[in-house]
């Protein structure tokens, strides 16, 4: 292959995953409602407000509340060397949990949500 043609070829193998990359539009936006962190998975929106003497999870789907009342996580919060896990009950529109939380920067937060006898695992990084 000459010179030329494979710099064409390359052009056009990269221009395809630039484009797969690009934010794509699902009809809803990925904006904290509730001051929050957003992360998406499958579609469905996890927004996480930590502070030290509470930690609430709000989700939607495709923008629009879920309903929380038969639906449990399990939220365990990694800082350094310490590990607390904790359990999120329904409280109205959202999961939450009250005590004492380390909430500091850096802290790596994974969530387990159980809904319909389906599991899904979201992750955050507190700033």
Known sequence: ??????????????TGAAFAADNHAHGH?????????V????DMD??????????????RDHGKAVDVSKVTAKLTLLSGTDKQEVELKPAGDKLEAKGSFKVVAG??????VLATG??????FVLK
């Open 107 to 112: 802290t790596k937060v994974v969530v387990v």
């Open 39 to 42: 992360v998406e998975v499958k």
């Open 46 to 59: 996890y927004e996480l407000v930590a502070r030290p003497d509470s930690l609430q999870l709000h989700l």
């Open 1 to 14: 292959m000459k010179f030329p043609q494979l710099i064409a070829a390359l052009a056009l193998a990269t």
């Open 118 to 123: 389906k599991s899904s695992t979201a992750r």
């Open 29 to 37: 936006e990925h904006k904290p409602l509730h001051g929050g962190l």
